[in-house]
């Protein structure tokens, strides 16, 4: 299983990015997906969850209205799109899949 995550950066206040998370190793489509953070000094939280199929999602309350997680099965990648970002969403995000993590990439929100 390999889960390569990219998209991450420096971004504005306000400002959005949107992640992506390469999948292989596994049968993508028969799998929920996820993103989690963490921030320095901080637990990892998750952040967003998408069914198997992309019908159904959740979200950390923190980013609930704001985030927005999605899948396309044909080319085994999950996204995150991360709009009116705040200084507070600072962190690594990770992908992760049956029990599987990337490498995770850097979010920085700052002026």
């Known amino acids: 299983v390999q889960l390569v995550e990219s998209g991450g950066g420096l971004v504005q206040p306000g400002g959005s990015l949107r992640l992506s998370c390469a999948a292989s190793g596994f049968t993508f489509s028969s799998y929920a997906m996820s993103w989690y953070r963490q921030a320095p000094g901080k637990e990892r939280e998750l952040v967003a969850v998408v069914s198997s199929a992309g019908g159904s999602t959740n979200y950390g309350d923190s980013v609930k209205s704001r985030f927005t997680i999605s899948r396309d099965n044909a080319k085994s990648t999950v996204y995150l799109q991360m709009n009116s970002l705040k200084p507070e969403d600072t962190a690594v995000y990770y992908c992760?899949?049956?029990?599987?993590w990337g490498q995770g990439t850097q979010v920085t929100v700052s002026s």
């Open positions: 992760r899949s049956r029990g599987f």
